[in-house]
């Protein structure tokens, strides 16, 4: 089973379109259960969005930095958020 700490390891290679067909239904799969990962999927997605609009060669690395520090806090938002699941 998928963890959340492992699908935010894949998931711009999942946004990417990079990940193999079983990794796919692995995080389609968590998607469907965990309502916290499709919010981090869709804030990445986004991100990533902004970043090819940005440039589709070159990172700008104070924009990695930052999108960066906004994954962690979503991730740690979640974990101290999580009291009365399962
Ligand atoms: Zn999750």
Redesign the pocket.
């Known amino acids: 089973m998928l963890m959340?700490r492992d699908?935010a390891r894949i998931a711009s290679d999942y946004i990417d379109g990079e990940l193999g067909p079983m990794d796919t239904v692995s995080v389609k799969m968590?998607l469907m259960m965990?309502g916290?990962?499709r919010t981090f999927i869709g804030n990445l997605r986004a991100s990533v969005d902004l970043i090819n609009a940005h440039s589709s060669q070159q990172l700008d690395e104070e924009l990695v930095r930052r999108i960066d520090e906004r994954v962690t806090e979503s991730l740690n938002a979640r974990n101290s958020g999580n009291g009365n699941s399962d």
């Open positions: 959340c699908l968590h965990c916290h990962c």
